[in-house]
């Protein structure tokens, strides 16, 4: 029977007797997969990433902004660094590479895969954005909160637009929280996020 105080689960992956930068490469390599397995499966599991990361962690993400390839690359993009640079950092230094050269390899991975992220998620808003209904035209109408909108933060409301129920990002327009599931009309908008009021 394997005792709790034994459980080290850099063993699990062949790096037990990892030392120095090797340990170094293997835990920015860990944590960072962790991170950004964790965040995609929120993502696929209804979009809830946002609002969880929001909490646990103090940050405001708004993954529908004009900025949010800035956002992105701010954390997906650290999480993807943090990844590379530790796998092919751990990769070379295998490979009998000295450690100046390990580092260095590790940086330019890890700079590549912010790069691209942050590509990627520009990608994504084209792709959103096309066809879509133009944010203003979502004045004046009424619909729910989706996610509870803070005093002073982002959450998100649903509204029928252009015939079909759509999630926004929405804050309080006189900065009063606003609870879910509360009735609301929106009375403006901020770049792409929808300025709302009890109703």
């Known amino acids: 029977m394997v005792d709790i105080d034994d459980f080290n689960i850099f063993d699990l992956v062949g790096l037990g007797e990892a030392t120095g930068l090797e340990f170094i490469f ?8 962790i991170l950004f397995l964790l965040w995609f499966i929120l993502m696929t599991v209804g979009g809830v990433a946002e609002g969880v990361f929001e909490g646990l962690f103090g940050l405001e993400i708004d993954v ?58 520009e990608l994504f808003l084209a792709m959103q954005s096309t066809g879509n209904v133009e944010i203003e035209d979502a004045v004046g109408s009424k619909g729910t909160v989706y996610l509870v909108i803070p005093h002073e933060g982002v959450g998100q409301v649903q509204i029928e637009t252009g015939g079909s129920l759509s999630t926004y990002n929405a804050r309080s327009a006189d900065q009063q929280e606003i609870g879910t599931g509360r009735m609301i009309e929106v009375v403006g908008t901020l770049g792409e996020v929808l300025l709302v009021k009890r109703i």
């Open 26 to 33: 293997a835990a920015s390599a860990l944590l960072g997969g």
């Open 64 to 121: 529908l902004s004009s900025d949010a390839s800035f956002k992105a690359l701010t954390f997906q993009g650290v999480m993807a660094f943090m990844m590379f640079f530790g796998l092919a950092g751990l990769f070379v230094l295998k490979s009998d590479g000295s450690d100046p050269v390990a580092v260095a390899v590790g940086g330019i991975a890890g700079t590549a895969s912010m790069y691209g992220t942050a590509k990627l998620f």
